[in-house]
């Protein structure tokens, strides 16, 4: 395998893990929780999140991604999983963040 088929298949897996993490984020996190949030569900229609469930969920993601305190002070977007799990692999691409393992989502998700 090249180095870019490599680089692809890094980022599909980077891609498969955090699109998972994030739909099962914010399908337990959601006032009315699911097991999996679709992936181009509204946060704020379908799933019925609120300004201070919102802001939970993004602190959840800021500590389990290690990001940055100013990387969401960017205001990621709060629409749709997909777009949430873009921006999130935007900035672990940068460096600015890290996927977290499995047991760390685990733990998490057993909260909820």
């Not at 870019?4 to 959601?30: K, P």
């Not at 992936?39 to 290690?66: K, P, T």
């Amino acid at each position: 395998m090249d180095s870019t088929s490599r680089a692809t298949t890094e980022d599909t897996s980077d891609l498969a893990r955090t699109d998972d993490i994030v739909r099962r984020l914010v399908g337990r996190v959601a006032p009315e929780p699911v097991d999996v949030a679709g992936e181009h569900q509204s946060l704020a229609g379908e799933l019925h999140y609120n300004s201070l469930r919102m802001v939970e969920l993004a602190s959840i993601l800021e500590d389990l991604f290690e990001l940055d305190p100013s990387v969401l002070a960017e205001a990621p977007p709060m629409g749709t999983p997909a777009e949430l799990r873009d921006f999130l692999l935007d900035k672990v691409s940068a460096g600015l963040g890290t996927i977290p393992g499995p047991d760390d989502v685990a733990s998490v998700i057993d909260q909820y």
